[in-house]
């Protein structure tokens, strides 16, 4: 798979073939500076390039925004479900792939489009609103009041460990149904499936159990929860595409709230100004989200599309079942339509950040509810908060998928 020659260049320096030279989208490189590969990529290729996966698995990763909004938007040219995903059907990815939570097709909206797509998304997002808009506010005060109850006293904190980290998941574990000591393991359960890795099966698998466990209890003693909402929707969902919903949002909803969450606070950390003017009710913390969504979107690479047909993008020749990466953090950044990064986007909301077209995130409302909420508690809680640090010091460590911040420490008066 990984011994072919290249072939010549292709229109836009693409390489016809993947060979020896390509590119690695994980390992230590990738982990330390994946903005610095992307540089390197668009100056090599433009704005679609070869790359290997975990595994050594050749994919395209889109880096224009304009090709990315061109892979969004048109599933019949380049579809979710990767079924059709050509290093799949002839037997080169392994069943113990650590690509496979985030890559195969599952019963779920995501890996769907078309008609299949619409019904199964239905159930999500009539579900999502219904949930967002009881009590929302109140389970988010109460179980950022409870983490905040843990340190205040010592005056000291890493928001990332002791806040962003765990906060979303205890807000979901009230509105999917589930108990709230379920909470912190099945976070770094998230996190480890999304960050890859050779226990990413083993973590998925976990999650898996504790969700059909919910589903039993729900189909016999349901609630006013997401989890009931899913099993009696009109849509009909069979138990597969419960679990598998339930799934998806436990996971994306929890790993972009709390990697969002962090980069919201580092951005009003290290800026005294707009801390003061956020406390202050000068401004609005929505601002900030979006500023963090078009410069660390909480996703940096979307998994994935697969070409349904042969044809050409960026310059490079895509073959029909070539697997496509959607390079949403390379794409915000594009000089093609964002030449200055330092100019501010506010009002912009054309960000890639919660993808785009029929796929776009249905949970950003949800997410953006618990951030907003959960900063102001924290700002309220503790006047005085600071950095602990110098803010060149803060350091953030990436997969294939994501860049998340390691640590924020803070001091504030006991």
Not at 307 to 322: Q, R
Request: hydrophobic residues 40%; negative net charge.
């Amino acid at each position: 798979m990984n011994d072919q020659p290249h072939s010549a260049d292709a229109p836009g320096g693409c390489p016809v073939a993947h060979g020896p030279g390509v590119t690695r989208l994980y390992g230590p490189e990738s982990e330390t500076d994946p903005h610095a590969i992307y540089g390197q990529l668009r100056k090599q290729y433009g704005a679609v390039a070869p790359v290997l996966l975990e595994g050594d698995v050749p994919a395209w990763l889109v880096l224009g925004y304009r090709e990315n909004r061109r892979v969004l938007d048109n599933p019949l040219q380049f579809s979710r479900d990767s079924r059709i995903w050509r290093d799949w059907t002839e037997g080169r990815i392994a069943d113990t792939s650590p690509l496979i939570p985030m890559v195969a097709w599952r019963p779920d909206c995501v890996s769907q489009d078309g008609e299949p797509h619409r019904r199964l998304r239905a159930a999500v997002t009539d579900n999502l609103q219904a949930v967002t808009g009881r009590g929302i506010r109140r389970h988010v005060t109460h179980f950022a009041g409870k983490q905040i109850d843990v340190f205040a006293g010592a005056g000291r904190a890493d928001l990332v460990t002791d806040f962003a980290e765990h906060l979303p998941m205890l807000v979901l574990t009230r509105v999917m149904g589930l108990a709230e000591s379920e909470g912190r393991s099945l976070a770094e359960s998230s996190n480890r499936v999304i960050r890859g890795g050779a226990d990413a099966l083993a973590h998925n698998e976990k999650i898996m159990d504790v969700l059909g466990e919910l589903a039993a209890r729900k189909r016999a003693e349901p609630g006013s929860d997401f989890a009931t909402g899913l099993i009696e929707h009109h849509a009909g969902l069979d138990e597969d595409e419960i679990l598998s919903h339930l799934r998806l949002v436990l996971i994306t909803a929890h790993t972009m709230t709390s990697n969002l969450l962090a980069r919201v606070l580092q951005v009003i950390l290290t800026d005294v100004s707009r801390r003061s003017e956020l406390v202050s009710g000068q401004m609005d913390i929505s601002a900030v989200v979006e500023e963090v969504m078009w410069n660390t979107p909480p996703l940096a690479v979307l998994p994935g599309r697969f070409a349904t047909s042969d044809l050409e993008l960026g310059g490079c020749p895509i073959k029909e079942g070539d697997l496509l990466v959607l390079g949403l953090a390379a794409g915000n950044a594009d000089p093609q339509i964002r030449p200055d990064t330092s100019v501010s986007m506010a009002g912009n909301h054309s960000h890639l950040a919660f993808s785009a077209g029929p796929h776009e995130c249905p949970g950003q409302n949800l997410g953006q509810a618990i951030i907003e909420i959960a900063v102001n508690v924290l700002l309220h809680r503790l006047p005085g908060l600071r950095l602990a640090v110098p803010p060149d010091e803060l350091t953030s460590t990436a997969s294939t998928w994501e860049s998340r911040l390691d640590s924020l420490p803070v001091r504030f008066p006991a």
